[in-house]
């Protein structure tokens, strides 16, 4: 039985966190962006770098690995021990949660720097979107709606 309800709480830990993970490539829009004025510049790319976006460090990656690790940390010793051991596991738990879902929404990304054509240089940062490849020298437009900036092809 509790080697079932450990089972069940991992395997809903692991779906929480990887539902939590969203896209920050050009190409994607959140609900409020979609129908939204968006103002657009033109430019060129002057330069190009890959970067790291870390990943989400939201409560639902610790408190999931809470529960889990309280749960198998209570599978073990009886009575008093068993209690200790679930407070251990829980902290355990809640720390490797954490960490596991900012690596799992860890995403590749690259930072263009763009020559606008009113002279200001900018550096957008954003998710690589598959198949999608800028290049030094190409134009660009610069989409931009509520706060948020994006360069597309």
């Given amino acids: 039985m ?3 309800a450990v089972f069940l709480s991992l395997a809903l830990a692991a779906l929480a966190v990887g539902g939590c993970a969203s896209k920050l490539s050009g ?3 959140t609900r409020e ?3 939204a004025v968006q103002i657009v510049r033109m430019g060129t790319i002057t330069a190009l770098r890959p970067v790291r976006i870390e990943g989400t460090k939201t409560p639902i990656g610790t408190g999931a690995g809470a529960v889990v690790g309280g ?3 209570s599978t073990i010793g009886s ?3 068993s209690a200790v ?3 251990i596991g829980a902290v355990a738990g809640g720390l490797l949660g954490a960490a596991t879902e900012e690596g799992m929404t860890r995403t590749q990304g690259v930072e263009i720097t763009v020559r606008e054509d009113d002279g200001t240089m900018r550096a957008y ?3 690589v979107a598959e198949g999608e490849v800028f290049r030094v020298g190409e134009r660009v437009r610069i989409l931009s709606v509520n706060g948020n900036s994006r360069v597309a092809h």
């Fill in 2 to 4: 509790r080697k079932t």
């Fill in 27 to 29: 190409d994607t829009y």
């Fill in 33 to 35: 962006e979609a129908r």
């Fill in 71 to 73: 749960i198998g940390g």
């Fill in 79 to 81: 009575g008093r021990g």
């Fill in 85 to 87: 051991a679930a407070v």
């Fill in 125 to 127: 940062v954003q998710e």
